[in-house]
């Protein structure tokens, strides 16, 4: 991607502005699956759901236990990512023990339906277990601790895992390192520099990532992770990529200038890549979202989809999840929902359409 995409997608652009409407291919609509459409140089993914909130909710584990999911998981999307199966809580949760059934299922699945995988993720301030986070281990132990799980876990699916989101969420909003991540408070922002090293030597082939939330508008969280990037590309690191989460609430505005956010670390000769677009919204009462509110999230997810269109080396885009059913959303924001592409039973709504038609006209 993608010279004549960036012209497609300005046509498009414009005439959005007059008004939004989702049209599905025509060409056999029902045949045709997100993977099949899109651009062959462009990942179409999705988390894939277990672990985390879903361990407390009344259903058993979606990815091991619900068929129809995984089929739609196997049709629609050609990269996965473990949502939490991956994460140091659920793959270390004794400081001498690791649970990688969960995680090994998934790469199985991946190879066996021609997906990659995007590892997720080896240094982040939340979903730690207890041993670590309540341990008395001193600097020395610690940094010990970090660099044994990234050459344990990366290294273990060596060969295996097309991305991984090495540092995921290190800046708050005003810029600064956040001071809840134990590893950089305590060993100091060089670490960061230290994970991607070690992620690099366990696996040379896999691409190499800082991922957060947040960076979907310039602003000076953008600004820390252009210098930061800028920093590691002079210092020889291993990063190979920035990734913008996207995780958005219809409460604010599409992210209308994500495309130039990205651009900035293209421009730096990285990768760049969508992790984990979602779009709630304020449910009605009776939680049906109405026909305006889907086309609204419509336009969102196509905004997103049109900026890593716009830029040549953002080769990835995930959804993160696609069925209400088990999305996160509802759990940590109570008064929003209905945020993926797809409703509990796997219908498909606007967003989806919207996705498929800009991914087949791309593709052109």
Not at 75 to 95: D, G, L, V
Not at 165 to 190: C, K, M, Q
Not at 320 to 344: C, I, L, N, Q
């Amino acid at each position: 991607m993608r010279a004549a995409t960036r012209a497609v997608v300005a046509v498009l652009a414009t005439t959005a502005t007059l008004s939004f409407v989702v049209q599905p291919v025509q060409a056999h609509p029902q045949a045709k699956s997100l993977r099949s459409v899109a651009p062959r140089d462009l990942r179409i993914g999705t988390a894939v759901a277990g672990g985390g909130h879903h361990v407390d909710q009344p259903y058993p584990d979606p990815f091991t236990y619900d068929k129809p999911y995984r089929k739609v998981l196997a049709k629609e999307f050609n990269s996965a990512s473990p949502e939490n199966q991956m994460k140091w809580e659920f793959i270390h949760p004794e400081r001498n023990k690791y649970n990688f059934g969960p995680a090994d299922a998934i790469v199985r699945f991946a190879r066996d339906n021609g997906q990659v995988v995007r590892g997720h993720t080896l240094l982040w301030h939340s979903q730690n277990p207890a041993w670590l986070n309540e341990g008395t281990f001193t600097d020395a132990e610690l940094r010990s601790i970090l660099k044994k799980h990234i050459f344990t876990v990366v290294g273990r699916y060596k060969g295996k895992i097309q991305q991984w989101d090495v540092a995921n969420e290190i800046f708050n909003e005003n810029g600064e390192y956040r001071p809840e991540n134990i590893w950089i408070s305590r060993l100091g922002p060089g670490i960061v520099a230290d994970a991607f090293r070690w992620a690099h030597q366990a696996d040379p082939r896999a691409q190499l990532f800082l991922n957060d939330y947040g960076v979907e508008w310039p602003g000076v969280k953008v600004d820390a992770y252009e210098a930061l990037a800028e920093q590691l590309l002079a210092q020889r690191v291993p990063l190979h990529g920035f990734a913008s989460q996207a995780h958005l609430s219809m409460r604010y505005g599409a992210p209308d200038q994500l495309a130039g956010v990205l651009q900035r670390f293209d421009d730096l000769g990285l990768k760049t890549a969508i992790t984990e677009l979602d779009v709630r919204m304020d449910l009605p009462e009776g939680g049906v979202p109405t026909a305006e509110q889907l086309q609204t999230q419509a336009s969102y997810y196509k905004t997103v989809l049109d900026a890593c269109l716009a830029v040549d080396n953002c080769n990835s885009f995930t959804i993160w999840g696609f069925t209400d059913k088990y999305s996160w959303v509802p759990v940590f924001f109570p008064a929003e929902g209905a945020a993926t592409v797809m409703r509990d039973d796997f219908g498909k709504k606007p967003a989806y359409y919207a996705l498929r038609d800009t991914l087949a006209r791309a593709r052109r």
